[in-house]
């Protein structure tokens, strides 16, 4: 019998899929968007809140038969840089790793530069991930170069 | 002939490597010196100037003449089919058909890195909003090579908005190659942006900033002086106590070096009074000749000619 005094987390677990844990909490709704979750059709389980000793509050997302290329699941590196990624396949964790921050990102987040020409004509967004600091990057506009910062980003 | 520049468009300064940037000027002082080279006779330039400019446009349009080309184009939007909602790429898809180089003014920031990436021709960015204008940039370092004899070692005061104005931030760039120390000089709602700063920290050059104008040019090799307007200060008071501040005077000039050479983007309106014009100190008017030089250099370098 299972030991019940010891507080489990109340998220299922998946046969075969993705695991990405260590997101922000504050930052869960713009992972969601910027991988595009709300269009997936098969089980997902978001924990949200939960207590971290690294990050105070993370977010988890665990994704039934979702496996994600790299240069797609590192898009969340820009808010999510800790987030570590499970490989789950017969509920067992085959593959672990961590994202990676990219080099240069398209199409996901708006530029924060009103007078840029992507936020007025139909030009996709493109940025350079220039590192800041140890923990955290700038977004150099490709078009306008005026930087964004991701915690300021706003993702389509 | 730089291979490297032929066919590249010039949207940024930091499109273009030391070696171009030197080679751009050795150009333009082949130019000065024989300013009468039929280089792009049978060739077309489409001058687009979504906004109005005087200097930059009617520099060009005087290169392309100078060079036996033809101009074909537009002075204002009024004049476009942007008027009737067209949008920049189809603008630019269909003149590039009728022209070998496109020269560009746009209100917005990273509209000519934009049409460099649409057009099927070479593009030249002269002012995209507040971003870029990298052949001020161009003619103001052979302003400075050639009143100096050199652009190595020197000491460049920039005076004025040092935050928002374009053609400071692309010389301070581009004058980094030549381990110049920089003197910042003005208002502190208007200082240089600490990107800059942190540029020339990791590229260990020297800086100094400051607020007052008075008694600390004497030892300045160039003074880039530019306007201050009212428009980037949120309290109109301080703009007003502001303005009279940063207006260089022949007076101020006193004791200053033999070499001081005073330059200006222009349009002025009266941060440089008057009484300077006739102090051979004074060198924002040829600067603007050197508009003309340098243009041809960097159109004909594009074109391969």
Known sequence: M???????????????????DHVPAKHLFKVIAILGLDKITTQITF???LESKKLGHKAIIKLSEVFFKDEDINKIALIAPHAKLNIIKNF????????QVPEKIKGIAKCGNPNCITNNDHVNTAFYVLPKDKEKVALKCHYCEKITDPEDMEVF | MNRRMKDKSLISIDDYSKADIINTLDRAEDFERNPHQPLLEGKVIASLFFEPSTRTRLSFESAISR?????IGFASKDSSSVQKGESLKDTIKTVNNYCDLIIMRHPLEGSARYASEVADVPVINAGDGANQHPTQ????????????GKLDDLNLFLVGDLKYGRTVHSLLMAMSNFNTTYHFVSPPELRVPEEYKMF?????????????FTDIIS??????????QRERFSDPMEYEKTK??????NSMLEGTKDNLRILHPLPRVNEIHDDVDENKKAYYFPQALNGVYTRMAIMSSILGL
């Open chain 1, 2 to 20: 299972a030991d019940s005094s010891k507080p489990k987390l109340q998220v299922s677990a998946i046969r075969n899929g993705t695991v990405i």
């Open chain 1, 47 to 49: 924990g949200t809140n």
């Open chain 1, 92 to 99: 067992k964790v085959t593959e672990k790793s961590e994202v």
């Open chain 2, 67 to 71: 060079l036996g080309g033809k101009v």
């Open chain 2, 137 to 148: 940039t161009l003619l103001d370092l052979y302003s400075i090579r050639q009143t100096q």
């Open chain 2, 200 to 212: 020339l920290k990791e590229k260990k050059l020297k800086f100094h900033e400051h607020t007052d």
């Open chain 2, 219 to 228: 030892d300045a090799d160039i003074i880039y002086m530019t306007r201050i």
């Open chain 2, 244 to 249: 009279n501040s940063y207006v260089l005077r």
